[in-house]
């Protein structure tokens, strides 16, 4: 099993950053990914961005580019989201997942590990 917990939500005015983290603990694989994802409300969740943990190899959304930077800290088994110039559009519960095999990294259903969210919300 994978236990992911996130952390660094909450309430910025637009324009403003956030940095995410989610930590990972319990069991790893090889040629795994991570990614985040975020559902705002009365949406269907949406990727954001993903990471790959071994070559590092970076996938975004279009939505996020040059705005989003996802990045990883392997001593840590820690992945992060730089968010930056946020909009309200933005405002979701975002959440890190991990891709067990690597690929189709913009695919909820590649995704077997869940953390349990945290909330961003951007004031107009």
């Known amino acids: 099993q994978v236990q992911l917990v996130e952390s660094g939500g909450g309430l910025v005015q637009t324009g403003g950053s956030l940095k995410l983290s989610c930590a990972a603990s319990?069991?790893?694989?090889?040629?795994?990914?991570m990614g985040w994802f975020r559902q705002a409300p009365g949406k269907e969740r949406e990727f954001v961005a993903a990471?790959?943990?071994?070559?590092?190899?970076?996938d975004y959304a279009d939505s996020v580019k040059g705005r989003f930077t996802i990045s990883r800290d392997k001593a840590k088994n820690t992945i992060y989201l730089q968010m930056s110039s946020l909009r309200p559009e933005d405002t979701a519960v975002y959440y890190c997942?991990?891709?067990?095999?690597?690929?189709?990294?913009?695919?909820?259903?590649?995704?077997?590990?869940w953390g349990q969210g945290t909330q961003v919300t951007i004031s107009s």
């Open positions: 997942a991990v891709n067990r095999r690597g690929v189709g990294v913009g695919v909820e259903s590649e995704y077997a590990y």
């Open positions: 319990g069991r790893t694989f090889s040629n795994y990914a």
């Open positions: 990471i790959a943990w071994g070559g590092g190899r970076t």
